[in-house]
């Protein structure tokens, strides 16, 4: 993929990630945050956002929903993963998406209705299996950091790994999950 079409497709991630179905401000992608996780030296982005909600006086307003996007990337660069979270003292994660470049590895069949790109990303939610997503967008070029090898990021029940043998995802409650490497890519 070149870096025409990374920048062009990345135009929407911000939005897709947080699922926010009503208008979306975003106050940018590449924000930096004082969070820290364990092993990771660099600012974390961060992107707020707000949807739009109607007045008495039926004009909109924009109201704040608190959700942050924290960016990371395998030490390579090949795979690029945001956690949405909820902002505030208690972080609670929503997601974790992570795209790869380059692979080896065929995805599962592309589902009838999907539209868009398909096998490039999977989603991890709370409580929900890992998957394939069908988007039009990336995550790769989003200016996720590098975290390294033995870095890990832990936002509420949202876990995620870097090691030699790829990225790896899990949701610390139901134990779904998911790995990814330029060779293979494992749910469980």
């Given amino acids: 993929m070149n870096d025409a079409n990374r920048s062009t497709r990345h135009a929407g991630i911000c939005a897709a ?19 820290r996780p364990e092993g990771f030296a660099a600012s974390v982005g961060q992107t707020r956002t707000a949807v739009a909600t109607q007045t008495l006086d039926k004009s909109l307003k924009l109201a704040p929903v608190g959700i942050e996007f924290t960016h990371f990337a395998s030490p390579t660069g090949n795979i690029e993963c945001v956690i949405t979270s909820s902002d505030g003292t208690d972080a609670v994660a929503r997601s974790v998406r992570c795209d790869i470049d380059e692979r080896d590895w065929s995805p599962p069949p592309e589902p009838a209705d999907c539209e868009l790109d398909y096998g490039h990303a999977v989603v991890l939610g709370p409580g929900a299996p890992a998957e394939f997503l069908c988007a039009g967008d990336t995550t790769i070029g989003s200016g996720g950091e590098p975290l390294p090898y033995g870095g890990t990021i832990t936002i509420g029940l949202i876990r995620c790994e870097s090691a030699p043998s790829g990225v790896s995802c899990r949701d610390i409650a139901s134990g779904n999950g998911f790995s990814m490497s330029r060779q293979e890519y494992r749910f469980f």
């Fill in 17 to 35: 990630v947080a699922g926010v179905v009503t208008v979306t401000v975003l106050a940018g992608c590449n924000g930096s945050s004082d969070w």
